[in-house]
């Protein structure tokens, strides 16, 4: 069993940053694959980037490539989404989960607008 809490969301204008947090608790093994999702109000939920626990290598969606970076800092059960040059159409509810398991944290709004 794995709890996840996502927190960090807010609104900020385009072009801005936010930095959100998946804190992980439970038993986390080495073998899982950390994901962001997001979903658009009205729309379906997407993936947006996942990190491997046990290397910490990364995938992002094309929509978020060099503009979103996933990362863990040392040993933390932690897992940040740095989102940078935010567009309108970044504005969504963000899950964090864990693949191939029912495990999602509550979400968190981000609203891109001016």
């Known amino acids: 069993q794995v709890q996840l809490v996502e927190s960090g969301g807010g609104s900020v204008q385009p072009g801005g940053s936010l930095r959100l947090s998946c804190e992980a608790s439970?038993?986390?093994?080495?073998?899982?694959?950390l994901e962001w999702y997001r979903q658009p109000t009205g729309k379906q939920r997407e993936l947006v980037a996942s990190?491997?626990?046990?290397?910490?290598?990364?995938v992002y969606a094309n929509s978020v490539k060099g503009r979103f970076t996933v990362s863990r800092e040392g040993g933390e059960n932690t897992v940040y989404l740095q989102m940078n040059s935010l567009k309108p159409e970044d504005s969504a509810v963000y899950y964090c989960?864990?693949?191939?398991?029912?495990?999602w944290g509550q979400g968190t709004l981000v609203t891109v607008s001016v």
């Open positions: 439970g038993n986390i093994y080495s073998a899982y694959v």
């Open positions: 989960h864990v693949r191939n398991s029912g495990w």
């Open positions: 990190m491997s626990w046990s290397d910490g290598l990364t």
